[in-house]
């Protein structure tokens, strides 16, 4: 059990024992020979990093279990217990993917990054070698579910070419600084985590801005499709009946909104934003910037649409749906 665990946070899992039996029966868990026990721990362990800092009960507990990517929670668990099948799964599925982000990621970038360079080199961190040999360090244990694998994976990239860029600018910096003069050493390589970025806070008050401001600009029936499944928490036949539309359209035109929303999130971000600047110019971000904005976004808590659609403060919060931006 988590040292952060409450009393109260106790007793809770002990009331949804039944759901996490349901989740481990219903996931990949049997095929990684993954146990009960380990498989309640990867979600506990996700459960303490959500609800650390904010007060949690039996409705939000069981949200947030609905709301978990659990096959990706279990296959980075099963890697993190050492099981080879799974690790030759994982590299299988996903190296050929991390190479294609990195690629996206690097491009048009100036550090000198080489795209699969970049892609090859997190396997060690995931893999958890140190000196050649496999430790309890491996990266995924900053991996909780919260949002997909492959988004999380995304931004560890983006983090980690970001980390190069900012330290490329330390060194040049120093060589800078040390024209003429003795020689000084250089800085230790910056190791980050997922979870520590000092740009964090700012990236998520971007993301903001433009979710809000590309809302905004939706027509009034997209808006309405939107307010009625996330603020009003209505279910597809339900918005179908007031819209007058079979509960298939509603999917498919939610999941067009998703998708043309995200995109135009990105095209946001890309060309405008607030800033710390106070003369209040408006910079631009990069792919991995866009990246870390998105995940950051899944990884904080849920976004409130009962503040982003008028008349909808007594509605329930939403935490549930997966199909987010």
């Known amino acids: 059990m988590p040292h952060d665990a409450t009393p109260s946070y106790v007793a809770l899992l002990r009331e949804v024992d039944s759901r996490i039996d349901s989740l481990y029966a219903h996931s990949c868990s049997a095929a990684w020979h993954l146990t009960r026990s380990q498989f309640s721990a990867a979600l506990e362990r996700s459960i303490a990093k959500r ?18 990517h659990v096959d990706d929670l279990v296959l980075t668990t099963a890697c993190m217990q050492g099981s080879e099948p799974t690790w030759e799964h994982f590299i299988g599925t996903y190296r050929g ?41 491996s990266l995924f244990r900053y991996f909780h579910g919260r949002s997909s694998l492959k988004t999380w994976l995304r931004a560890i990239l983006a983090q980690r070419h970001i980390d190069r860029i900012r ?19 250089l800085p230790a390589q910056i190791v980050s985590t997922p979870s520590v970025d000092p740009h964090r806070a700012d990236y998520l008050r971007r993301f903001q801005f433009a979710l809000t401001e590309c809302l905004g600009a939706l027509d009034s029936a997209d808006r309405q499709r939107l307010e009625l499944y996330y603020a009003r928490q209505k279910t597809l036949a339900e918005i179908g009946r007031l819209l007058g539309e079979h509960e298939s359209s509603v999917s498919r035109h939610l999941e067009r909104i998703r998708r043309e929303l995200r995109a135009d999130v990105e095209k946001c971000l890309r060309v405008r934003g607030p800033t710390n600047n106070s003369s209040g110019d408006l910079a631009p971000m990069s792919d991995a910037e866009i990246a870390l904005c998105f995940q950051y976004a899944a990884e904080d808590a849920p976004i409130d649409f009962r503040e982003m659609f008028p008349g909808t403060s007594g509605a329930k919060p939403v935490s549930g749906r997966k199909e987010s931006s």
């Open 51 to 68: 609800f650390s800092d904010s007060p949690i009960d039996r409705d939000r507990l069981l949200d947030y279990l609905q709301s978990l």
């Open 167 to 185: 330290q490329a600018r330390r060194f040049e910096s120093i060589e800078h600084e040390g024209e003429g003069a003795e020689a000084k050493a």
């Open 97 to 137: 993917y991390l190479r294609a982000a990195a690629n996206i990621i690097t491009k048009g970038s100036r550090s000198g990054t080489d795209a699969q360079e970049l892609a090859d080199s997190l396997f060690a961190e995931l893999f958890g070698l140190v000196d050649g040999k496999r430790g309890e360090t």
